[in-house]
């Protein structure tokens, strides 16, 4: 599992601009089955996404493809968790 943080840069005024590609970019991966969760990262310091089913090489191409990442807009961050324990809701997380 992958968390990505997208913090904002100087160059912020342009995500306006670039909103709808970007919200297209998101429709993706969760058409994909790659994100499971997208949200705002407060107060009004860019977002994050839950992701997972992906390779760091795809999810790293993935990242690159966002407009507002390749924009300049957002400053992307990629961590990698492996959960061991969870809840049974999220069992499908879980690293055998």
Request: proline share 4%; net charge neutral.
């Amino acid at each position: 599992m992958q968390i990505i943080l997208l913090k904002y840069t100087g160059n912020k005024s342009k995500a306006a601009q670039f909103m709808e590609l970007h919200k297209a970019w998101i429709k993706r991966g969760f058409d994909d089955g790659v994100f499971l969760l997208v949200g705002s990262l407060e107060p009004d310091a860019g977002g994050g996404i839950f992701a997972h089913n992906t390779s760091r090489d795809d999810l790293r191409r993935r990242v690159e493809a966002d407009p507002f990442v390749s924009e300049g807009i957002v400053r992307a961050e990629v961590l990698e968790v492996s959960p061991v324990r969870v809840d049974r809701r999220l069992e499908f997380l879980a690293v055998p």
